[in-house]
């Protein structure tokens, strides 16, 4: 089951929302998040809702514990954040109520506690930043937003300022040179956060007011930002629950990967699969999205490349209803083998396979854990190839790009699939 925390407020705390909802008091690592949690269900989709500033809004903008915050909603196991802000418009196409589907920030903030890694004790962590608002999440946001009619802005920066006061006329006006679209106090620090605990985390951004810039305009003031807000609630709280219920089939496996620095050599930030696999949750899901994109393909056998190739490809083919196929390393099959040298960083190695796994026409899918530079992947390829079978598709969870394993893969002339990516490694 998919599991979404919220985190706004203007209403969105209201448990009525939720079926089954009870509120539970948590602490984390690093205090107390803004307020009790509410749990409960909309649909088939566990929900967890924090209200940013606390129910009766009694906390600041620079003092929200946001490290708490994300911290708390990691330990509840959420899939997603979704996040509601009321926001500032900086350009005239940007009218009250208008949402915003922002997918850039700047952090203007000076004194708040902005990251979870501030320790390299233990190790060097740095966090790519370059897209911090999920692109699935967005699409999703943007799709129904528009669906349900409401103006919807496909993208927009948004800067976050310290706050609690607002931008005088010089600032805000320099914030529209720098290119931002909106101005908030929240959504910087609780992105950055998010994307370091790998949440995938998006923002709705509602426009209540023109900050200080538009002299047509009354400056803004917190009692126009509770007007518009108030008026447009069940707008955002619409949009959510439908939101809500198209993730009801739909997860984001790389939260289940546990990066590992420097193994097994120094400046490697390994990908540990373990994790994906002892959450029955996140393996299923994996096995099921590739036999949704394989059942109608044809396929007749699956090879599975020792040895995490194994687990995803015999599940594969149960699911498909087909043979499985081990590529092993020399000496392990027991009876007669062809082989494939490749290249390694240092020296070579090889692999093996039965030689009447591969019937000449079969059509197969070569199934491993994760490619980086491919050299097992394109061997095994060649051993299917030797035996005149068709490939399919190469087929793996994780990619690393940077390495560019896929890149050889195709140039080779294999078509290829894979369900996230890291990169920067």
């Known amino acids: 089951m998919v599991k979404v925390g ?93 949402f915003v589907i922002v997918d850039q920030f700047i952090d203007f903030t000076k004194h708040r506690k902005i990251t979870f890694f501030d320790d390299f004790s233990k190790g060097i962590k740095h966090c790519a930043m370059a897209e911090p608002f999920n692109q699935k999440l967005r699409k999703l946001l943007i799709e129904t937003s528009k669906s349900l009619g409401f103006k919807t802005h496909e993208k927009g920066t948004v800067i976050t300022i310290e706050g609690p006061r607002f931008s005088t006329k010089a600032e805000s006006n320099m914030f529209r040179i720098w290119g931002a679209d909106v101005i908030n106090m929240s959504v910087a620090p609780e992105a950055a956060l998010a994307n370091e605990m790998e949440i995938p985390y998006a923002a709705i951004a509602m426009a209540t007011d023109f900050d200080s810039w538009l002299e047509t305009e009354e400056p803004v003031t917190w009692e126009e930002i509770s007007r518009v807000m108030k008026d447009n609630a069940e707008r955002v709280k619409k949009l959510l629950i439908e939101i809500i219920k198209k993730l009801d089939d739909s997860l984001d496996l790389r939260k289940y990967i546990r990066t590992v620095p420097n193994w097994s050599k120094e400046g490697v930030m390994f990908r540990d699969i373990t994790t994906l696999l002892n959450n029955p949750k996140a393996f299923e899901h994996a096995v099921n999205e590739f036999a949704k994109r394989y059942k109608e393909k044809g396929i007749t056998k699956v090879v599975g490349i020792e040895s995490r190739g194994f687990i995803f490809g015999a599940a594969i083919a149960k699911e498909l209803n087909v043979g499985f196929v081990p590529v092993r390393k020399p000496g392990k099959l027991p009876y007669e083998t062809i082989s494939e040298e490749y290249e390694l960083e240092y020296g070579k190695d090889k692999v093996e396979m039965h030689k009447d796994a591969i019937k000449e026409g079969d059509k197969v899918l070569v199934v491993d854990d994760l490619v980086a530079t491919a050299g097992t992947m394109l061997a095994a390829c060649n051993l299917v190839k030797k035996l005149n079978g068709k490939i399919i598709e190469c087929a793996y969870v994780i990619d690393l790009p940077d390495l560019r394993g896929k890149e050889k893969l195709e140039n080779a002339g294999f078509k290829t699939f894979n369900l996230i990516e890291f990169k920067g490694d």
């Open 6 to 98: 919220i985190i706004g407020g203007s209403g969105l705390d209201n448990p009525g929302i939720l079926e089954n909802f009870k509120e539970i008091d948590v602490n984390t690592n690093y205090g107390k998040p803004s307020d009790k949690l509410i749990t409960g269900n909309i649909g088939n989709v566990e929900v967890v809702i924090l209200p940013r500033h606390g129910k009766d809004h009694s906390i600041p903008p620079s003092q929200v514990n946001f490290r708490a915050n994300i911290q708390a909603l990691k330990d509840q196991g959420v899939d997603y954040i979704l996040a509601t802000t009321a926001c500032g418009s900086l350009k005239e196409e940007i009218g009250r109520g208008d």
